[in-house]
């Protein structure tokens, strides 16, 4: 079909559903030299029509952006004729899809190297992953750019929204964050969490034309929070996957926030979005949820042409939210500015561009920095828990911790002088540190959400990335995974582990030679019924290790862990084990949930996560 006025208020787009209608009108499209009208086709899409609608206040005008040097189609034999013919002119040489691997961008021309397209289904992880981290580390020379959609519709459309410019008039830029209070820059409006609470942020969003927006916030896939507003990836003209795990909505008729803030990402009008939230464009291996909830994938489906979102965890701030806003302001790229700053937290970028802005300017990279037996490790250990501020004053254990660091500086001084390993302070120390590991694993079962289960975050903050230290393990859950140590920038923090998987997420953490965590259950549990978990552990000294499991306050009135903690004595670099059992309530939610285990030998503290998803009783159907 031909598009119609009663159809789409606009020229700028001309929606087809037929393939030879579509492949001819490409054609006369490329072929003319002052085109009107951007040829897509929709597949049926209704959704789509009305993402045109909305377009219309955004874009006037057509011109073909800048061509990437070298394309790549990854699994295209279901794209329209017409869709091959319009991405031909954004690379200037198409590669075989056996051609892209990780070595491909070691020759490539400068600049503009690489444009990756792919149906979603086949945007996974490998060999993607190894390019961008290439391309991140040639420092702006390679860039690798992406065009996507959750099906031959949705990448049409959004390869059609490449070709238009956005109105002159279309200038505002805006950050709305739930976890920073920035001090706004320039021409850009910053909405915190002050302003979500005062005002209709809903109506901010949806009624307002945005040349720019970053929207930061906790979430998942699904969705970012912004206070009790939720912007939400769901696309109801979607089909839904059952055999994949849905938020809480997709098995009830609520949402976990209220209904009447969720913002639908596919109705924000914004030239560029900027999604700053964990996994909210997760590769197609890697998904938590069904694509229908996806954020990014609802952004290409509304009136977005650029789209720059995250595909993992990252632990983006202040100074992510600061590069971002003057990046606005000089008409820089957000991906290539974010990726800049947050370089100093973690090893891979963080944020994708999906889409072919031709902004300009860069961000200068941050530079990473570095600070040691058993008395040394404790002492560095216990001048970080007291004098770092991480224990409050009124700390309960904060007494017992003073006076074992009164006894830790006199061995400490003694050691200087001493033979290493002085039989009588190490008994005595070891004494002492069981008891306390006894303490704190105590306040841990009892009260997760103890500063001691925060450390990790908290000296990480106060870290830089070792660049040399990064390496691949292997996740719980069998898949591949970054590891990396944050080296400790001051004499009151700690060095500290970390384990990322492209699935899982952070899934671990541990201070250096603390015990290694290991898990061992399914990855789902119906309503009513029992998680077993085995949990191992491989300490770095000889003796007595405190483990114990527990879940997120949101589980806890429908879930028993059993036991909440137990004691495992070991050789150093030996894996023992020990197994807990989470008997879930039948009321319980189904929706994707966690649960983390803990270790504590010698004040040294470890957690491991596991991502589960809970199902309804069997015989319960998703919608």
């Known amino acids: 079909m031909s598009s119609s006025p009663t159809e789409v208020s606009t020229t700028l787009f001309t929606p087809i559903d037929e393939d030879t209608a579509y492949a001819e009108a490409v054609a006369r499209f490329l072929d003319s030299p002052r085109p009107d009208s951007v040829p897509v086709w929709v597949g049926g899409r209704a959704d789509l029509l009305s993402a045109m609608q909305l377009a219309a206040g955004l874009y006037r005008g057509i011109a073909r952006p800048t061509p990437y040097a070298r394309g790549v189609l990854l699994g295209g034999g279901e794209l329209p004729a017409g869709l091959r013919s319009l991405l031909g002119p954004l690379a200037l040489e198409w590669l075989d899809e056996k051609e892209l691997h990780g070595e491909l961008l070691e020759n490539a021309p400068a600049g503009r190297s690489l444009l990756v ?5 086949q945007l996974t992880s490998d060999p993607v992953m190894e390019l961008v981290r290439r391309a991140h580390r040639s420092d702006g020379r390679r860039q690798v750019g992406f065009l996507t959609g959750r099906d031959a519709a949705s990448l049409a459309w959004f390869t059609a929204k490449q070709f238009c410019r956005p109105r002159p008039d279309v200038v505002a830029a805006g950050l709305f964050t739930s976890t920073d209070r920035p001090e706004a820059l320039g021409a850009v409006q910053v909405f915190d969490d002050r302003a979500l609470e005062r005002q209709d942020i809903g109506t901010e969003l949806l009624e307002k034309r945005w040349r720019r927006l970053l929207l930061q916030g906790h979430g998942r896939d699904d969705s970012v929070n912004l206070a009790d507003f939720t912007v939400c990836g ?16 997709a098995y009830g008729p609520d949402c976990y926030k209220p209904n009447e803030k969720l913002i639908p990402l ?3 009008s914004s030239v560029e979005i900027v999604l700053s939230s964990c996994n909210n464009g997760p590769f197609a291996d890697a998904v938590a949820y069904d694509p229908k909830y996806q954020l990014m994938l609802n952004a290409i489906d509304g009136a977005a042409r650029d789209v720059v979102a995250a595909p993992t965890v990252h632990d983006s701030a202040r100074p992510e939210n600061t590069t971002w806003m003057r990046a606005a302001e000089a008409e820089a790229p957000s991906a290539a500015s974010l990726n800049s700053t947050i370089s100093a937290a973690q090893p891979d970028p963080a944020y994708w561009h999906f889409g072919m802005a031709d902004d300009r300017g860069s961000a200068p990279d941050p530079t990473p920095q570095v600070p040691g037996p058993l008395v040394l490790s404790t002492s560095s250990r216990l001048t970080a828990y007291l004098a770092g501020g991480l224990l409050p004053e009124r700390h309960a254990l904060r007494p017992r911790l003073t006076r074992f660091a009164g006894k830790v500086e006199r061995w400490v001084t003694r050691q200087a002088t001493a033979a290493e390993g002085e039989p009588a302070i190490l008994r005595a120390l070891s004494d002492d540190l069981q008891s306390l590991d006894h303490a704190i694993s105590t306040q841990i079962a009892e009260d997760p959400e103890t500063e001691f289960t925060d450390c990790h975050a908290y000296f990480g903050q106060r870290s830089t990335v070792d660049p040399e230290s990064v390496s691949e393990v292997l996740c719980h ?23 990322v998987c492209i699935r899982c997420g952070d899934m671990a953490y541990r201070l250096v030679g603390s015990p290694e965590l290991s898990l061992t259950t399914e990855e789902s549990v119906h309503t009513g019924g029992t998680l077993h978990a085995r949990v191992g552990v491989r300490p770095e000294r000889r003796g007595p290790v405190r483990i114990g499991v527990f879940v997120p306050r949101h589980l806890r009135s429908d879930c028993t862990v059993t036991p909440s903690r137990s004691k495992v004595r070991g050789t150093a670099g030996q894996w023992l084990e020990a197994e807990f059992s989470l008997a879930i309530d039948a009321g319980a939610h189904p929706q994707a949930y966690y649960f983390t285990a803990f270790a504590v030998q010698d004040l040294g503290l470890s957690v491991a ?12 159907s998703a919608r």
């Not at 397209?117 to 289904?121: E, G, I, L, R």
């Not at 996957?241 to 809480?248: D, N």
């Not at 996560?609 to 319960?620: C, H, K, T």
């Open 266 to 268: 596919n109705r924000v």
């Open 477 to 499: 859950c069998g898949r591949a995974a970054r590891q990396f140590v944050k080296r400790a920038l001051v004499p009151t923090a700690l060095d500290t582990v970390c384990t």
């Open 234 to 249: 769901l696309n109801t003209a979607a089909s839904r996957r059952p055999e994949l795990l849905g938020p809480r909505c």
């Open 609 to 620: 996560r596991w991502d589960f998803g809970i199902l309804p009783a069997v015989g319960v």
């Open 117 to 121: 397209v792919a149906a979603y289904p």
